[in-house]
């Protein structure tokens, strides 16, 4: 269905759509396309022009110029007022029309939503997550009644991209009465209603359809389902940025250059959205404090634009007398990038993927491990060092306070305090995890992704963007060890400066080869945990949080942040594992 604002004669609006729609109909490499029929009805209230062209092409497993294959193609026009309907045989050749299209352009989601209904048959679903091999890009389904088959936490960073449903189009029935089968894809503006057996019927069909559009009520569908949005008028009051680098999450070999930008961008640097000055028009763009290990490289405006449903990003610098170092440019080559850069606002949207959606969270507590991190320092990730001394050697040395080492001393302990369990660091490209914990005794593998804290403030709040990548990486590489085995992968890094990183009960052994050992005595199928390490939230604020009003923008934090861990608990638990998250007490 499509829109447009010329007030013109609906005649007129008619010869405009089909005088495009037929400079679309012309040969390509390989197909030869020809009108051989054209015309011109008014219908009761409709204007339609009908076009038939001819296509002739070569089968595709035919010597060229020895056979042909003749295909005719229907298309009908049918406009009302300033709205219209392009009806096609071929899909392929409505897009065609469409692209460029500048008489009219299909139809808001809104105008489509009411053809969203009961018993959806046939879903297609489009992920707004950043893409990762633990979770589909997209999805398919079938059956009889989906909207009582998705899952509320899974499935609430899809959204809907086509559905069949049963609507309720008064006047559209099937054979047995009941309320006509109906395709719908909102993003797109299209219905589709079945073949119908006579122009007359057609007409008819089309009146249902436009006064439906035009008078029927809507209600969310799908509500456990992220709401792409096309009016973002009543978006404001951003709050968080994260980057989800596409890069940290690859199943691939990733070229080194890549990988260190998005580490860097990801793991070392902080974004804070700065609080706007008094009198700011509200809106969707935002002034970000950028900080990169732990220096400021000053402040910036996020203009946030959105044309045609997509989101345009462009920083500029407060300052430029320091706005042209190399950390600058990355700066902003990093946050510019639609594919990477997530924002929450307060008004309960999200911009993702280059699309703003109304941001769906169940509200569900997940279950923290507190643990007291005082003696380390929360916004150090791993110990200080400078050649020719390495990270494995400096990790628990020399008054190391960095997460490193709380993970070495406190992490893995038995009654008394004491280191207990095989550690190892693993730390570097395409690693398996920051560390990995091996309990003889119980034969519980874990493991470890450390990140350091964006805050060390005794009042800080949540914060997604602190937890998102790495919870990601988590669970993807709990996928490695469905598929390669945790000896062979172990081995690897044997050679490396890191692969010397080894601990015993806490006393560190000169190489892997007992732990590897350790490694190859474990049964087939040991235990598996997931473990993250992420001191940004503190018990305080949990607890704090569990008082707050519905609507809050605290409390809208924590469930963003106890949605994302039982997201991915479930993720981890299909890989036969568990998932633990250890906050400050």
């Known amino acids: 269905m499509l829109d447009s604002a010329d007030q013109s004669a609906d005649a007129i609006l008619r010869d405009k759509i089909g005088k495009a729609a037929k400079a679309k109909i012309r040969g390509s490499e390989g197909v030869t396309r020809r009108v051989i029929n054209e015309t ?34 229907l298309l009908i026009i049918a406009v ?4 219209a309907a392009l009806n096609a045989s071929d899909g392929a050749m409505r897009d065609r029309i469409l692209k460029r299209l500048k008489p009219a352009r299909p139809v808001p989601r809104a105008a489509i939503e009411p053809f969203v209904g009961d018993d959806a048959s046939v879903l297609h679903l489009s992920g707004v997550h950043t893409p990762t091999a633990v979770k589909p890009n997209s999805k398919s389904l079938t059956g009889s009644a989906l909207e009582h088959a998705l899952d509320p936490l899974g499935d609430q960073t899809f959204v809907l991209s086509a559905v069949r449903s049963r609507p309720g189009v008064p006047g559209l029935v099937d054979a047995k009465n009941r309320p006509a089968s109906i395709g719908a894809a909102p993003g797109g503006g299209r219905i ?30 799908f509500a456990m389902l992220a709401q792409q949005i096309t009016d973002v008028s009543a978006v404001q009051g951003a709050y968080e940025i994260i980057l989800t680098p596409k890069d940290l999450l690859s199943e691939d070999a990733v070229d080194a250059a890549d990988f260190e930008f998005a580490r860097k961008w990801a793991y070392d640097a902080s974004f804070e959205v700065a609080s706007p000055p008094p009198g700011a028009v509200p809106g969707l763009s935002l002034v970000v404090d950028c900080t990169l290990l732990g220096v400021s490289l000053g402040q910036a405006d996020l203009a946030v634009t959105f044309i045609d449903g997509m989101v345009g990003l462009d920083l500029t610098w407060k300052d430029a007398a320091t706005s042209s170092t190399k950390d600058h440019h990355e ?14 606002y307060e008004s309960g949207h999200a911009i993702a993927q280059g699309r703003c959606y109304s941001s769906q969270y169940t509200d569900q507590p997940f279950d923290w491990t507190f643990q007291s991190f005082q003696g380390y320092d929360l916004e150090k990730e791993k110990p200080a060092f400078t050649k020719p001394q390495s990270l494995s050697s400096a990790i628990g040395t020399n008054g190391d306070n960095s997460l490193f080492a709380f993970v070495l001393e406190k ?42 804290s964006g805050s060390a403030k005794p009042d800080r709040q949540a914060s997604v963007s602190d937890f998102e990548i790495v919870v990601s990486q988590a669970v993807k590489n709990l996928r490695h060890l469905e598929r390669r085995p945790l000896g062979a992968e172990l081995t690897k890094g044997k050679g490396k400066k890191i692969g010397s990183a080894v601990w015993k009960d806490g006393v560190r052994q000169k190489n892997r080869d007992d732990f590897l050992k350790a490694i190859g005595q474990l049964p087939d199928r040991y235990k598996k945990v997931a473990m993250v390490v ?11 949080c569990e008082t707050l009003a519905k609507g809050n923008n605290r409390l809208l934090r924590m469930q963003q942040l106890n949605t994302l861990l039982l997201a991915s608990r479930l993720s981890a638990m299909a890989c036969g594992a568990q998932l633990v998250a250890v906050v400050d007490a």
Request: hydrophobic share 40%.
């Open 40 to 73: 011109d009805d008014q219908v009761r209230e409709f204007y339609l022009r009908t076009i038939i062209y001819e296509e002739v092409r070569s089968p595709a497993w035919a010597a060229p110029d020895t056979l042909s294959d003749k295909t005719h193609q």
């Open 331 to 344: 700066c902003r080559r990093a946050l510019t990038d639609p594919d990477i850069i997530k924002i929450h």
């Open 192 to 221: 589709w209603v079945g073949r119908q057996k006579s122009l007359d019927d057609f007409v008819a069909t089309m009146e249902r359809v436009f006064l439906h559009a035009q008078t029927a009520s809507t209600s969310p569908r």
């Open 534 to 544: 992420q001191p940004r939230l503190t018990q305080a604020e949990v607890t704090a």
């Open 411 to 452: 992490l893995f302990v038995d009654a008394a305090g004491k280191p207990t369990g095989w550690l190892a660091c693993d730390d570097g490209s395409m690693e398996l995890a920051d560390f990995i914990h091996l309990d003889p005794t119980t034969k519980i593998v874990t493991l470890v992704h450390v990140k350091a």
């Open 80 to 83: 009302q007022g300033t709205r």
